[in-house]
């Protein structure tokens, strides 16, 4: 499957209705990391939309992957590396206070001053390890 500009259009409109969605019927932010996050431990008041949250994007995930598995690629790095990584990520968001999804989707369309201070840092952060691991590699 080949990505083109109106499908790269829908899944962003996609992330925006979502986040629009849970920030009207809930009053919250749609930052995964604050999602997960706060499962652990879980706040039973909370614990409903929070589960349903990441089961629709597990199943998500699942969908495309049945209905056209060519857009699913396999990981180029090793298991270990990726579960390093993604703990290293885990980490920065709770340092960050939030991850691109809360910042760039939600922080960004609030006029947020530190959500626009934490998505330059994620963007250059990104770029300079593209270009690390460009060169490295």
């Given at each position: 499957?080949?990505s083109?500009?109106w499908t790269?259009?829908?899944?962003?409109g996609l992330i925006?209705?979502?986040?629009?969605?849970?920030?009207?019927?809930?009053g919250?932010?749609?930052?995964i990391?604050?999602?997960?996050?706060?499962l652990?431990?879980?706040?039973?008041?909370d614990?409903?939309?929070?589960?349903?949250f990441?089961?629709g994007?597990v199943?998500?995930?699942?969908v495309?992957a049945?209905?056209a598995?060519?857009a699913v690629g396999?990981?180029?790095?090793?298991?270990?590396?990726?579960?390093?990584?993604?703990?290293?990520?885990g980490y920065?968001t709770?340092?960050?206070?939030g991850c691109?999804?809360?910042?760039?989707?939600?922080?960004?369309?609030?006029?947020?001053?530190?959500?626009l201070?934490?998505?330059?840092t994620f963007?250059l952060?990104g770029?300079?390890?593209?270009?690390?691991a460009?060169?490295?590699s």
């Amino acid at each position: 499957m080949t990505s083109t500009w109106w499908t790269a259009l829908a899944g962003g409109g996609l992330i925006g209705a979502a986040s629009s969605l849970l920030f009207l019927t809930h009053g919250r932010v749609a930052g995964i990391s604050g999602i997960i996050g706060s499962l652990l431990p879980p706040v039973a008041r909370d614990l409903d939309w929070r589960i349903a949250f990441i089961v629709g994007l597990v199943a998500a995930g699942v969908v495309l992957a049945i209905a056209a598995p060519s857009a699913v690629g396999a990981s180029v790095r090793s298991p270990v590396l990726v579960v390093v990584a993604g703990l290293l990520v885990g980490y920065g968001t709770r340092w960050g206070s939030g991850c691109t999804s809360g910042h760039g989707v939600c922080g960004l369309s609030r006029l947020s001053p530190r959500s626009l201070v934490a998505v330059v840092t994620f963007m250059l952060t990104g770029a300079i390890s593209a270009y690390v691991a460009g060169v490295v590699s």
